[in-house]
């Protein structure tokens, strides 16, 4: 090799070091062909070893329609299984002790109150947040969960009732109750839609219309209304009638909204949970969602 | 392979081209180059050998006092209480903390190694401007090391001349076998450093128990492991080439000197010429000069990184000033003045052929500057330190909803609020609110006191989270209204507090 190199025309040696020059040249500036340590060429071999190794034992050539394995049977799946189990394993007594305690406990239990607040926030972005916003503030016909307005009451075992079996889902155990259609379905006419809307917005002290018959309204209100939002607009629990007298309104307090709800009717679905994520998760969510806004006592 | 380079001019006669290529080079003042470049140099094998002297005692105590503090300071104990690790020196891993003797580190204070890290590098900035790499010579974990290593290659094969010797001639079973016994005990070394490596991460006497009984985690043998290859590899096989390829130090540091620093210099003022001391005695007699030099090679041969000093400052020197030993060693033999290779400065070289006194600038813009951010970074460093809180309080608002609306009108915003007590014994604290004169303060999940304050406690070394929940009254909340949450220790009266707002609907 030496005598090949030797033999080359274009030989260069720098002035100044006496070296050999590879005979690049950047704006005047040589390339000094200062050999590299020799240790450096194994290294180099080391590497090109190593590659064939890496082929071997880990999954490498692309075939038709899969990989080769390779021989130490890793896997991107199961190495990231195999952390999940790990972290199950790590979280196991904690989980164990929100399985079995009752979430009126878990609250008064400052590290499993901070566990299921954590397990709860990442359930809640997985499972709640697509309706009801990342930190549970709601959106147009899905609750707020931070204000102190509860549909079906905020009591800890209330809200896990509603997460276990959901509003209008279906579930056996779920919460039943409509808004009737009362337009649509006939049952009331244009103009006392109209009065009973009226009458419903002055019982939160909203302003209405001038030529607005409260006394008319008053009278729908009682003949069609009461058995679900009570006498006296307060709302019924067990029906899911939202309490008509207070600042917060579902779908919103504008006369038009109210009109078309009683003309189509309300009737938003809440899923049930129970059977579709496991015991613990459902407590997390409670506990999480409970400490949005410190529930009902 | 390939033909060693060699510098030597006793070669095959050059033929006409390569005659006047050695001319040029020749009145250039440079070795004739040469041909036979190679595209991979073989390593050239350094045999240094031992010296007595200054340096090199100076060099045996800090390799004795560096790796005694390696090996043993994890078996320092320090009480902490009940509530910490017994061990001076610990990188608690699991629990996110590190210990330093009657200092305790959290996560979020890593600001305070990085200060180490600036000090570090000032420091090494420092040094190189007053003497040069004596970092590389004397502190440096590759050259301790490698150092160490060296001591091991003689004890076992002997000094310079018994280990060439011996490489050259026929191997016979001796040399196998001492060559055996050196890497079993290098190896040892690189075990043993490994060993201790590990123990900065866990209760040293447990984890060696364990480990001796196999009961210690995988990932301790593994890091045991990888530290034995490193320190049998770069100490044991790498030695100079680490400083010489690898390290950045050796470019950097040529970028950051100046003429004043002090460095191992040959004063060629005194050596040059160079001859023996008969011929030095001849010349003299006859009037004519003749430098101290006597070309003895021991500065060459003691060198660990087979530097030839004389040549002048050279990026493979570490500094270490072992030449400076062989140099004074060989002139109080033969009866002239030691210092011929010394600390020194070019300038002084100049200004003693110029008949004038040589000096030493210690004081100079670099090293005033130098002292000047050390003791600045220092001072805040220890200032920091001293006065550290040891609670804290922080507060992030809800993002989604930022603002809620209560049935009765009332506006209410959330609030998560960690509180610190960095501590190692448990705290009760009052949290207060300020800033919002109608309004309501709760905590989730923590009963009020019964005079209504909000009662906290934190564990030990710990940090807790509750969710704040404030609720404003007024008739008109303003859009955003900045509160103050305050911390009071119920003990001790020291407080802590978090700013935030509060955002109107």
Known sequence: MAQELNEQEHKDIDPVTGTATTGHDWDGIHELNTPLPRWWLWTFYLTIVWAIGYWVVYPAWPLLTSATEGTFGWHTRSAVEADLNELKVLRGPMMDKLTNAPVADIVNDPQLLDFARAQGRVAFADNCAPCHGAGGGGARGYPNLNDDDWLWGGKLAEIEKTVRHGARSGDKDDHEGNMPAFGRDGILKANEISAVADFVRSLSALPVEKDADLAFGKKVFADNCVLCHGPEGKGNRELGGPNLTDKIWLYGSDKATIVQGLQNGRGGVMPAWQGRLSEPIIKALVVYVYSFGGGEK | ?505
């Not at chain 2, 460095?263 to 003749?290: F, I």
């Not at chain 2, 002139?331 to 002084?348: H, P, Q």
Request: proline content about 6%.
């Open chain 2, 1 to 505: 392979m390939q033909a060693v380079r060699t510098l030597s001019l006793d070669q095959a006669a050059p033929t006409a081209p390569d005659l006047a290529r050695l001319v040029a080079a020749a009145e250039l003042g440079h070795p004739p180059p040469d041909d036979n470049v190679p595209l991979y140099a073989p390593r050239r094998k350094i045999y240094p050998q031992s010296v007595q002297g200054t340096f090199r005692k100076i060099k045996w105590a800090v390799l004795l006092v560096t790796l005694a503090i390696y090996y043993l300071l994890p078996f320092v104990r320090w009480d902490r209480g009940p509530n910490a690790p017994h061990q001076a020196v610990l990188i608690d891993f699991p629990n996110s903390r590190f210990y330093f003797f009657f200092i305790e580190i959290w996560p979020q204070e890593v600001y305070y190694l990085t200060g180490l890290l600036i000090l570090a590098s000032i420091v090494l900035f420092l040094m190189n401007a007053v003497a040069g790499r004596v970092w590389c010579g004397y502190l440096c974990p590759q050259t301790v090391w490698t150092d160490l290593f060296f001591a091991i290659e003689r004890l076992v094969e002997g000094d310079r001349r018994e280990h060439m010797h011996r490489d050259q001639r026929k191997w016979t079973l001796e040399t196998y076998a001492r060559k055996g016994v050196k890497h079993f005990l290098w190896l040892m070394v690189a075990w043993w450093t490994g060993g201790a490596w590990v123990l900065y991460f866990a209760d040293a006497p447990t984890l060696v128990k364990h480990l001796a009984t196999l009961q210690a985690p995988f990932v301790a043998y593994v890091w045991i492991g990888i530290l034995t290859f490193t320190t049998y590899t770069l100490a044991g096989h790498m030695r100079e080439q680490v400083c010489l390829y690898m390290c950045p130090w050796p470019r950097i540091q040529a970028a950051l000197t100046d003429e004043y620093a002090l460095n191992v210099t040959y004063r060629y003022d005194r050596g040059e010429p160079r001859g023996s001391v008969t011929k030095a005695a001849e010349l003299r007699a006859q009037g004519k000069p003749a430098g101290d030099c006597v070309n003895c090679k021991q500065c060459v041969h003691v060198c660990p990184t087979g530097v030839d000093i004389r040549q002048g400052a050279d990026l493979g020197c570490i500094q270490c000033g072992l030449c400076i030993d062989a140099c004074d060693a060989m002139m109080s033999k033969i009866g002239r003045a030691t210092g011929l290779i010394a600390f020194d400065t070019d300038i002084n070289i100049k200004r003693r052929m110029e008949g004038q006194q040589p000096f030493v600038k210690l004081v100079r813009v670099r090293t005033v500057l130098y002292a000047a951010v050390i003791a600045i970074a220092g001072g805040i460093m220890i200032f920091t330190l001293a006065t550290r809180d040891s609670e804290g309080i922080s507060s992030i608002h809800d993002r989604n909803p930022m603002s809620v609306r209560l049935s009765d009108g009332a506006v209410r915003n959330g609030y998560t609020i960690r509180i610190v007590n960095k501590q190692l014994r448990k705290r009760d604290f009052i949290l207060a609110f300020n800033g919002l004169p109608a309004s309501l303060i709760d905590f989730v999940g923590v009963p009020p006191r019964e005079d209504g304050q909000l009662l906290i406690d934190v564990g030990p070394d710990q940090t807790r989270e509750v969710r704040v929940l404030v609720t404003d009254y007024g008739d008109t909340p303003p859009a955003s209204t900045r509160i103050v949450f305050r911390l009071t220790d119920v003990a001790t009266g020291v407080q802590a507090e978090a700013y935030d707002h509060f955002f109107g609907p």
